[in-house]
């Protein structure tokens, strides 16, 4: 599996964007995926990650009711609605995933991961 994340760009706060993590190769229907972020200097945290089922969701703290995941399995892709964005969201977002026999379950760890996308850069300003 290859994962490409694309979408971020230069944004004002409160502004929204989405994300979008494509997925290539075999099985990926299998996969836990996730949202992280590094913001420089820092380390890489989870945003938010969804299970095999797409009921099965959890978000960071700073991002709850702000952020949404979602996943269509048809296209292989897992997208993260970002709104209401803050300076603080300011950071390279990655998409990670890994394959599970479990559909409700995931990670929030990145070292739980094995796939990861490149990043793509997301900029809040004021």
């Known amino acids: 599996v290859q994962l490409q994340a694309s979408g971020g760009g230069l944004v004002h706060t409160g502004d929204s964007l989405r994300l979008s993590c494509a997925a290539s190769?075999?099985?990926?229907?299998?996969?836990?995926v996730a949202w992280f972020r590094q913001a420089p200097g820092e380390e890489r945290t989870f945003v938010a990650g969804i299970a095999r089922s797409p009921s099965s969701t959890r978000y960071a703290d700073s991002v709850k009711e702000r952020f949404t995941i979602s996943r269509d399995g048809a296209k292989n892709m897992v997208y993260l609605q970002m709104n209401s964005l803050k300076l603080e969201d300011t950071a390279v977002y990655y998409c990670a995933s890994y394959s599970t026999f479990s559909t409700i379950h995931f990670a929030s760890t990145p070292d739980k991961y094995y796939y990861w996308g490149q990043g793509t850069l997301v900029t809040v300003s004021s």
């Open positions: 190769g075999r099985g990926f229907s299998g996969h836990a």
